[in-house]
């Protein structure tokens, strides 16, 4: 092992030193709140997707969020699903899609027939480039009655899904801006981001459609659950009717209007949502107390940085970060491997999904950034409450 890499793998264990393990990367936090919650659900007998948790936790949402519609769904994943739905996406359209993310944003296109584009972020906010989005487009891109064409593949964009990277919010005006000259939607895929802001608004107002996910690893969890938000009426509906089988309503006729989809969450997750929104300021309260202990005990180091909010954004610190420098790259899984074996949850960044086998003959921009900071990224455990642990405070 490289001395230095026995350094870095010797600091993060210390850290941990007087807790039990295993210690998670991000593990969720139940209490007494959830089960109050779910008792009165199955009480109830609403144990499906209808009944009063499944209409407060969309309430909630939208509350927090300033988003103005909500419609939950049983992931994440599907939620993405049905944003590209909902925005009529045809098959062979192309989807614009960071390669620096979780393999769900690219799937979701793949359910639709239609084509992941991969594109490159920076190292400033871990999410895309805008700049180098715009001059890409600029070079590959046609308008043609008002929609955008790729004029080598003569496919049409569709969209762009936009994802703010372990809660740090995207660059996103000038995203905003590439789409709107470009003539194509944009997604944002916020499922790391809920209790984060951009310019002081929440991340997830700025797309046509956003999506959360209330995944296990999430800083709210419902066990599995998503949701998709929109300031625009229609695609909520839209979402929410075809998350539903599409059926019309009516008092006792079965009719579906559309081919539909059995996407709605229960109202069991929701109860447990409703408990967790609840828990939510302090839950980030805890993960921002965590960043700042982390970003004191590393500031003086010179083989590594600690990752921060971006400017003009306020972030969940969903999974906190180190990004090793060039010379200590090389040693990345020692690290890893070793840290790891000590039972403290530790993790790289995803393999880029423009690496995997399934996606390897899709296109793709040039992507150096993305592959270098791929290489260099370190996630730490982040879990709600280990801060606490850590300095033996309360939550
Ligand atoms: C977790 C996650 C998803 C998928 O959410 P699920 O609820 O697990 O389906 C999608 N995109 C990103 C970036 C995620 O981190």
């Known amino acids: 092992m490289h001395h230095k890499s026995i350094d870095i793998s010797q600091t993060l264990v210390q850290i941990f030193n007087e807790i039990s393990k295993p210690i998670g990367l991000h593990e969720p936090s139940m209490g007494q709140r959830e089960q109050e919650l779910v008792e009165e659900c199955l009480k109830s007998n609403w144990v499906s997707y209808l009944g009063k948790f499944v209409n407060q936790f969309e309430e909630n949402l939208i509350d927090y969020t300033g988003i103005s519609y909500a419609s939950l769904m049983v992931s994440g994943t599907a939620a993405l ?21 979780f393999v769900a944003t690219a799937n979701s296109v793949k359910y639709c027939s239609a084509v992941p584009h991969f594109v490159d972020s920076n190292e400033s ?32 964009i569709h969209s762009l899904i936009v994802m703010h990277t372990f809660g740090h919010a995207s660059d996103i005006d ?10 194509i ?16 608004k929440h991340t997830g107002n700025f797309g046509d459609i956003s999506i959360f996910s209330f995944n296990g ?37 079965f009719d579906h209007s559309e081919v539909g989809y059995n996407y709605r969450m229960p109202n069991i997750n929701a109860a447990i949502g409703c408990a967790q929104m609840e828990k ?26 600690f990752f921060q909010e971006p400017r003009h954004s306020k972030s969940n610190y969903w999974l906190n ?47 150096s950034q993305s592959i270098r900071l791929q290489r260099k990224i370190i996630n730490l455990p982040s879990s709600v409450g280990l801060y606490e642990k850590i300095t033996r405070g309360t939550i």
């Open 280 to 305: 939510l300021s302090t839950f980030l309260e805890s993960k921002r107390n965590l960043a700042d202990f982390y970003k004191k005990l590393f500031q003086d180091n010179k083989d590594y940085w």
């Open 217 to 253: 690893n999430k800083i709210i969890t419902t066990g599995g659950g998503g949701v998709l938000m929109s300031n625009k009426k229609e695609y909520a509906e839209k979402a929410k009717f075809l998350s539903t089988t599409a059926k019309k309503p009516h008092a006792w006729e």
């Open 174 to 183: 000038a995203l905003l801006e590439v789409c709107r000259k470009y003539s």
């Open 125 to 156: 906010t871990l999410g895309l480039d805008p700049e180098k989005l715009d001059k890409y487009l600029s070079e590959i891109t046609e308008l043609k009655n008002g929609f955008c064409y790729n004029k080598y593949t003569k496919r049409k």
């Open 321 to 367: 970060a180190i990004i090793l420098n060039d010379e200590l790259e090389p040693y990345r899984d020692e690290i890893l491997n070793s840290v790891i074996s000590e039972k403290i949850g530790i993790r790289p960044a995803w393999k880029l999904i423009s690496d995997l086998e399934i996606y390897k003959d899709t296109p793709r921009m040039d992507l």
């Open 185 to 200: 939607f944009l997604i944002e895929d916020t499922a790391e981001s809920l209790g984060s802001f951009y310019k002081g």
């Open 81 to 101: 699903h049905m944003a590209l739905i909902v925005l009529d996406i045809k098959p062979e359209e192309e989807v614009l899609v960071p390669a620096l993310t």
